[in-house]
């Protein structure tokens, strides 16, 4: 049974995903942005009042790397935490009034079922490659940002296995098709990922600055103090490259050179105690102060519409 609480598999976040847009219709429903390699449903989560117009919109997503397993359990937090505190949080019902929040619970599907069956320290996709018997390639160093140029490998068998050409991954074509469908509305791109404890932004393909450096910063600073203020945990903010490495392919430079302005990759806790390894009795904790940031994120995008 689903926990917000425990690791949950595949298929409990797949039967969750069905019953909470089964029962709050009028603030969240559900589509498939399109099937992985093995062919699992990417079921995408709407979140938002139902409105006669076009509203802006903010696109989340969790699970790129498998086996970081407190991202998934954050985006099935945010969705908890953002059905039963509408109407009651006041920056929660201005945000779901004026604009959508489209949430992608786990997006390497099929790498997240194979880190509870088979190997816990997965990373990658698990499509198959002619000519070597090495499966995956990084979702993250998939997308068509300065693609394999750098802090990414040619190599099948790599964990930073770029792919065979930019979106080679059905699962980033997937979520790059749905972002480009949907650029006129969408205004900010935030994608979970562990650990370290960062806040990170554009860009990691090149040291050169953003050229909205200084806003995302500040943005970012803002987030990782309100993160902060509940149990001190310390988050750094800054662009990838300098920040953590500098590495090509990545989903949050290519939203941003696509023109999503406001675009923010989280490294969730730790520091490397228990890396990957999060105990369940960290969920709770770090996804509480992590609503903090993203939701300051969100009014900050929401005021400057
Ligand atoms: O290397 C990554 O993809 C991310 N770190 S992780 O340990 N979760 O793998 C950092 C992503 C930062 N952004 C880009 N590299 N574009
Ligand atoms: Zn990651
Ligand atoms: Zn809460």
Same mark, same amino acid.
């Given at each position: ?99 959508? +929040?489209? +949430? ?30 090495? $499966? ?33 991954? $059905? ?14 509305? $969408?205004?900010?791109?935030?994608? +979970? ?103 300051? $994120? ?8």
């Amino acid at each position: 049974t689903h926990s917000y609480t425990k690791y949950n598999s595949f298929d409990k976040v797949q039967s969750w995903i069905h019953s909470m847009a089964s029962s709050n219709a009028d603030l969240i429903s559900k589509q498939t942005i399109g099937n992985s390699y093995e062919g699992r449903p990417m079921t995408l989560l709407k979140l938002g009042k139902k409105s006669s117009s076009v509203k802006p919109a903010i696109f989340m997503d969790c699970g790129i790397h498998a086996r970081e397993w407190i991202s998934p359990a954050f985006c099935q937090w945010f969705v908890k935490e953002a059905l039963s505190t509408y109407g009651s949080d006041s920056q929660m019902t201005s945000l779901l009034n004026e604009m959508d +929040v489209y +949430v992608l619970p786990v997006l390497n599907v099929d790498g997240y079922d194979y880190t509870h069956k088979s190997n816990r320290m997965w990373r990658k996709t698990r499509s198959r490659k002619s000519g070597t018997s090495c $499966i995956g390639a990084d979702p993250n160093r998939n997308f068509d940002a300065g693609w394999c140029t750098v802090g990414a490998s040619n190599n099948p068998c790599s964990d930073t296995y770029c792919g065979s050409r930019a979106e080679s991954e $059905i699962e980033a074509k997937n979520v790059a098709d749905f972002i480009r469908r949907n650029k006129s509305v $969408i205004k900010a791109y935030i994608t +979970v990922h562990s650990y370290s404890q960062l806040l990170l932004f554009p860009y990691a393909y090149t040291f050169e600055l953003a050229a909205t450096h200084s806003e995302l910063m500040k943005v970012a600073e803002g987030a990782s103090a309100a993160l902060r203020s509940l149990y001190g945990t310390r988050y750094t903010s800054g662009p990838a490259a300098a920040t953590i490495y500098p590495a090509a392919g990545g989903s949050d430079d290519w939203a941003y050179d696509l023109g999503v302005k406001y675009s923010y990759t989280f490294e969730l806790r730790d520091t490397g105690r228990y890396g990957f390894l999060l105990p369940e009795s960290q969920i709770k904790p770090t996804c509480e102060e992590t609503m903090l940031a993203v939701k300051y $994120i969100a009014a900050y995008v929401q005021k400057n519409l």
